[in-house]
């Protein structure tokens, strides 16, 4: 058995363990841990069976390739703990191998990004997002369903319980771009924290950090993919709460997004917009959520692909389990929508 290192790492911290509580929880001492993951000591096969006990993975699952943390772009409502970073950095990089696993036996779409360099093309973001609309040959006004718009053009969409990141971008070992949202968020922070992570595959990927607040650029982008000024503003002009809702359940975006919309095109004042705002945090809108007044979208290109190994090539769960070097608990959890990860959850 030849054991990889760099998975025990990768597993202890997608379960959100330290090395000290990897070494309660298997009984190896945490010195033994730490030589171990840094190369220094080789593991016998008692130990890792150990480790995968303690951490319910396979043995084989360390045995794989070495692991390439993702990398890429994330939005987040706050800052997060380096311990909680690293675990859901981990889940999305085996969440990501899955993928390059199973793709093998699938025709996937064509990847289709556009590419948008300010500092070569000029412009802003809205006009990248514009930019994007005709490339994609989007109609005028609202996208009704962004999720399937982004899967068709070759981006894969993922589900995941990322705590209290909102969304993370990136591409796979296979050069597919993937998005990540996390499932705990509103129907309406889903859709624009996928526009948002869209505007960082066009804007920023692969290019040199240039000083400029690329959150805020990615906000700008997803605004106007959504919401283009010019087909929403003359909906805008007489904005109250009671027209907000009817915006939003239209535009399938949030009320707040919409208000901030009005206010950057001048159709209402910086006061009207402040006292929107603490309307909004007074009924508890920008802590919990806005009310849900649509159906969360749902990517289908990692169910289709799990459904055509199961119906198609008659892989049984036990199998899938086996090929991907998961316990049949996270199969569950990631692929058949039994546990957490994959469950949208309404605040």
Known sequence: MKFNE????????????????????????????????????????YLIELFGKALNYPVDFFTQEPYFYVRGHYRSKQSVSDKASKMYLAKMTIVERIFTTLQTAVELPEPNVPSWD??????????????????????????????????????LVMLLDLGEKD???????????????????TSDRLRFTLAHELGHLVLHWGRKDHGRDEEQEAHEFASELLMPSQDIQPYLNKLNSSTLTDLKRYWKTSMASIARKAKDLGTITQDQYYYMMKGFSANGYRTFGEPELFEPEKPTILSDIVELYVNDLNYTKQELASLLHLSLDDLDELLFNKAKLFQISRN
């Open 167 to 185: 969304g993370f971008s990136t591409y796979s070992d296979i050069k597919y771009p993937v998005i990540f949202l996390n499932n705990r968020r």
């Open 118 to 155: 300010i500092d070569v093309d000029g412009g802003s973001p809205a006009m990248a997002a514009l930019f994007v609309r005709d490339k994609w040959k989007i109609p005028k006004g609202r996208i009704n369903n962004l999720t399937e718009l982004v899967e068709d053009n070759g981006i």
């Open 6 to 45: 760099k998975t025990l790492t990768l597993a202890r911290e997608s379960r959100g363990y330290t090395q000290k509580q990897l070494s309660e929880k298997s009984g190896v001492a945490q010195g033994t841990i730490s030589k171990i993951e840094l190369g220094q000591l080789s593991a016998p096969e």
